[in-house]
C-alpha cells in the first residue's frame, strides 16, 4: 500500500460496528412491543392497588384538588381504599361500600389492612388450611392488618392475635377493580 486508503480491516470493522448499530437500534424499538412495561404512575406504584386511611378523619372530594366540593369525611382510621387512579398530589379510592372519591396522598398510608364486610364472623386459623385449628373470629365490619397472602390464604393481625383466612372473604385483597368506573356516553343528538 502507498499509505493512502483505508485497510480492509478497518472498513470492516466499521461495518460491523454500524451492523451492530443497525441491530441494536432495530431492538430498542421491538423491545417495547414484546415486553410492555406497566403504566408508570407518579408514584411509581401500580393502579389498582390497595392503601388505607391514615387518620380517623379524612375528607373525600369530588376531584383531586380542595377546589372541589366535598362529598363525605371518612371516620375510620386504617380503612382499607383502594386506589384506581392518582396524579401527583391526589388518589381517586374505591371504598368497601363501593364509594369512590378523590383523597390527598398525605391522609393515605402504604399500610394495607384487610376488612371483613360479610356479616357473619370470619374463622382465623392457625395454619392456612381449612382443617386447621381455629384461633380466633374477625367480627363483621371488622379490620386486620394484612401480612401476607399466598395459595388463596392470607394471614392477618387483629387484637394481638395473628391468624390465616380465605382471602376471598376479606375486602382488600383483590386484584379486581372493586368500584364500577362511571363510563360517560356522548349526548346523543334529537
Not at 483505508?6 to 448499530?21: A, D, G, I, W
Not at 412491543?33 to 401500580?46: D, F
Not at 381455629?134 to 371488622?142: D, E, F, H, K
Request: with cysteine; proline share 8%; charged share 25%.
Amino acid at each position: 500500500m502507498d499509505g493512502q486508503g483505508e485497510p480492509k480491516l478497518n472498513y470492516s470493522v466499521k461495518t460491523s460496528t454500524l451492523n451492530f448499530l443497525t441491530m441494536l437500534l432495530a431492538l430498542a424499538v421491538c423491545a417495547p412491543a414484546a415486553h410492555a412495561e406497566p403504566r408508570l404512575t407518579p408514584s411509581g406504584q401500580p393502579v389498582p392497588r390497595y392503601i388505607s386511611l391514615k387518620f380517623d378523619k379524612v375528607y373525600a372530594r369530588a376531584g383531586p384538588s380542595e377546589d372541589h366540593k366535598l362529598l363525605w369525611v371518612y371516620h375510620v382510621k386504617g380503612l382499607p381504599v383502594q386506589v384506581v387512579a392518582e396524579n401527583s398530589e391526589w388518589r381517586r379510592i374505591c371504598d368497601p361500600d363501593g364509594g369512590m372519591a378523590w383523597v390527598h396522598k398525605r391522609l393515605t398510608s402504604g399500610e394495607n389492612t384487610v376488612l371483613r364486610k360479610k356479616p357473619t364472623p370470619l374463622a382465623l386459623h392457625k395454619k392456612p388450611k381449612a382443617e386447621a385449628a381455629i384461633i380466633a373470629y374477625l367480627n363483621p365490619r371488622s379490620m386486620a392488618a394484612l401480612i401476607k397472602c399466598e395459595d388463596g390464604w392470607c394471614r392477618v393481625r387483629a387484637d394481638k392475635v395473628t391468624g390465616w383466612a380465605p382471602a376471598a372473604e376479606l375486602w382488600g385483597t383483590s386484584d379486581a377493580v372493586q368500584c364500577k368506573v362511571a363510563v360517560r356516553t356522548p349526548a346523543r343528538g334529537r
